[in-house]
Every structure is written in structure tokens, then in C-alpha cells.
């Protein structure tokens, strides 16, 4: 079992830049991947960044160039760091590992307004 908890997060005008970060505890030697999804009001949820235990990362093209994955072994921590953010950012995001299977974070919210 793996057990995500997720901060960070919240109000952001346009332009501007937030950090998430995501703490893991548990079977932390199993997991494989780890990353962010994100699901706004009304569409499905969208893979937003990965970041594998070598440090391999991915990311959506709507998010390349302005969102960075990155993870701290020795913490179980990812971070994904959101500079240039627009209000199609707005959504829930929601960090998981992979092991054999899927484990979920609850999710945090981040809101690009004016």
C-alpha cells in the first residue's frame, strides 16, 4: 500500500505560478512512476506530468515549457512547479504512484483567475 498526500495548491491570477508537492509513505520502494493528473469541471481527467525513479520525466504539450516535474528520493516527494499559468490550467490535481497498481492523492485544487 502507498498512502499521497498532496499541498499546495489554490487562487492564482493569470500569469502567475504555483507549486504542488506530494508526499508519499508506505510501500514507497515499490512505486514504479509517479506524477499528476488533472481533472477540470466537465472534461476527464488529463495526465499532466511523470516522473520516473531515475528521474525520467513527461509531460502533456499543453503544459511543456511551463510546468516542471520534479522529485526528492530521499523525501518520497514530487513537486510539480506551475509558472505561466492560465485559466484552462483550472482544475483538480491529483497526484498518484504506480506500483502494480494506481494509488491517488484526494486531490488539490488550483484556480487561475483574475
Known amino acids: 500500500q502507498v498512502q499521497l498526500v498532496e499541498s499546495g495548491g489554490g487562487l492564482v491570477q493569470p500569469g502567475g505560478s504555483l507549486g504542488l508537492s506530494c508526499a508519499a509513505s508506505g510501500s514507497v520502494n515499490s512505486i514504479i512512476l509517479m506524477g499528476w493528473y488533472r481533472q477540470a469541471p466537465g472534461k476527464q481527467r488529463e495526465l499532466v506530468a511523470t516522473?520516473?525513479?531515475?528521474?525520467?520525466?513527461d509531460s502533456a504539450d499543453s503544459v511543456k515549457g511551463r510546468f516542471t516535474i520534479s522529485r526528492d528520493n530521499a523525501k518520497n516527494t514530487v513537486y510539480l512547479q506551475m509558472n505561466s499559468l492560465k485559466p484552462d490550467d483550472t482544475a483538480v490535481y491529483y497526484c498518484?504512484?504506480?506500483?502494480?497498481?494506481?494509488?491517488w492523492g484526494r486531490g488539490t485544487q488550483v484556480t487561475v483567475s483574475s
Open positions: 516522473i520516473s525513479g531515475g528521474g525520467t520525466t
Open positions: 498518484f504512484a504506480s506500483t502494480y497498481k494506481y494509488y
